[in-house]
T-cell receptor, first 113, second 114 residues
Framework: AQTVTQSQPEMSVQEAETVTLSCTYDTSESDYYLFWYKQPPSRQMILVIRQEAYKQQNATENRFSVNFQKAAKSFSLKISDSQLGDAAMYFCAYRSAGNQFYFGTGTSLTVIP | ETGVTQTPRHLVMGMTNKKSLKCEQHLGHNAMYWYKQSAKKPLELMFVYSLEERVENNSVPSRFSPECPNSSHLFLHLHTLQPEDSALYLC?????????????FGSGTRLTVV
């Protein structure tokens, strides 16, 4: 089975600065999707960004971007110009070719004013 | 409006009680899911329903019983739970199983078993 590893249980960033959250995964598949979800204190998990494995270009959504390294099986999330509202748990997720999702254990991000 | 609504938001129940969690979506999605979220653990997929038929049951104990009466509603019936079942239970929906667009999640039910 695929595994998703988030090695940083907690991270902090100064407001307006940039932070990178790491994610690695283990798979033998070549076709898959990767996602980052944000879970604020309201508890609803919100999709932040997605990446198709067949695309070499890194996905970008406003202040959020990824660094997708397929050979290294790495999928990090960069948050630029961090805002107080970015404080949340962030989960990395892998969607297999068989349409199954695998989630990491999450990274708790604190934004310092 | 979250798109996926879960009730109740909090639930405390004794080990001999019977209760139900409710999930509702009006996004036109045809797949719905129950996940268990425990601290410091990955989300655990419990059940998947696609077009109102259960397509996956990940070795979940029989004290958890799902029900999907239609494509907009999903229930999780609980009975004789154990303290280790205390967790956040998340409902999600998608347009087809494992949609390219990912899931839309609800805000969860925080369950405490005493």
């Amino acid at each position: 089975a695929q595994t998703v590893t988030q090695s940083q249980p907690e991270m902090s960033v100064q407001e307006a600065e940039t932070v990178t959250l790491s994610c690695t995964y283990d798979t033998s598949e070549s076709d898959y999707y990767l996602f980052w979800y944000k879970q604020p204190p309201s508890r609803q998990m919100i999709l932040v960004i997605r990446q198709e494995a067949y695309k070499q270009q890194n996905a970008t959504e406003n202040r959020f971007s990824v660094n997708f390294q397929k050979a290294a099986k790495s999928f990090s999330l960069k948050i630029s110009d961090s805002q107080l509202g970015d404080a949340a748990m962030y989960f990395c997720a892998y969607r297999s070719a068989g349409n199954q999702f695998y989630f990491g254990t999450g990274t708790s991000l604190t934004v310092i004013p | 409006e979250t798109g996926v609504t879960q009730t109740p938001r909090h639930l405390v129940m004794g080990m001999t009680n019977k209760k139900s969690l409710k999930c509702e979506q009006h996004l036109g999605h045809n797949a719905m899911y129950w996940y268990k979220q425990s601290a410091k653990k990955p989300l655990e997929l419990m059940f998947v329903y696609s077009l109102e038929e259960r397509v996956e049951n990940n070795s979940v104990p029989s004290r958890f019983s799902p029900e999907c009466p239609n494509s907009s509603h999903l229930f999780l019936h609980l009975h004789t739970l154990q303290p280790e079942d205390s967790a956040l239970y998340l409902c999600a929906s998608s347009q087809g199983p494992g949609s390219y667009y990912g899931y839309t999640f609800g805000s969860g039910t925080r369950l405490t078993v005493v």
